[in-house]
């Protein structure tokens, strides 16, 4: 049996006719940057994340050094955030040239320990950018304390998190900003790359529009330099069609999700196999990862086997940022993030996607099963 960690072609078949009219209608109209469809989709999804805004742009990466730079954050600066998530995250606070203090994180959620934030909190820090990590909102509240108390901005990295919410609250619209990616193996993901920025303030969305596009706040005169990070027509037009199929696809993932934990539980391998876990507090986890944990050294010889036997499977992320070699001026060594090191070398993301079947999930239980038996 055949079990891909992602694949997308069946999804793409229930909404081809209505994406390919779309395609159709704005080659027609030759109208491809911005625009109305980002318009639309821009007044959509701030009100899919409950926020007031929402700022369509380049990519994930880009939204995050936009909310970045819109802050005027740069040389001399100091921006927490957590050491166990994609490379983007921290790579954006180096890119605006400040430097990056890395966190550890909870055990449970995998997502930013908010008493390590506040730890690692000095007068230079001016913004904590938490990440919603694997479809799982991080302790907001409590990190939402920390940035109160010392007046700093928060960043929500939602890029894996859309539609998640933390206490009834949607991701993205708990902080300053929100982050989002729409990179096609997001849950909404379009048709090459795409993000968007979420934000509760009005001068702040005034703002990202501007760095947007190069810095220019009346034709040809440019208060700042911003870059080009803009959306494009096409791309809005598919998020659109696809914003509506979200909340079924949030449902297939979760219930594939419990399907996995009664199969690990009728195999009896909740031992062995730590499952992922929802936060003590009240969440609705989105499911973009299902990441189990094995000990004992044996995460690469379970993924090498479950790849013989034909199960898609991935490590996210197998090297915490904080050692990795770009960021060896920060000065981060092995034993500074513990928690972090230590899942790094733990855990294995199986196939979540809405479509996969329960026969693959039956195949994947028992062939991890056998691994461990072997
Ligand atoms: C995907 C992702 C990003 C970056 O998004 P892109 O659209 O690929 O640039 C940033 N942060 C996290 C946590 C992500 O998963």
Redesign the pocket.
Known sequence: MNVPLLDLSGQYQTMKKEILAEIDAICDSQRFILGPKVEKLETELAEYCHTPYAVGLS????A?LVALMAEQIGPGDEVIAPTF??F??AGAIARVGAKIVFADIDPVTFNIDPEDVARKVTPKTKAIIP?H?FGQCADMDAINEVAGAHKLIVIE?A??SIGAEYKGRRAGSMGDYG?F???PS?NLGCFG???ALSMTDEAKYKMVKIYRNHGQSNTYIHDYVGGNFRLDALQAAILSIKLRYLDGWTAARQRNAMEYRELFRGEGLTGEIKLPEEASYPVRHIYNQFCIRIEGGRRDALKAYLQENGVGCAVYYPLSLHLQPCFKAFGGKPGDCPVSEKISGEILALPIYPESTSSMREYTVAKISAFLKK
């Open positions: 990519s994930g990466s880009d995050l998530t994609f983007a995250t990440v990590l990295d890029c894996q982050a990616s729409f990179f997001k790359d795409g993000g």
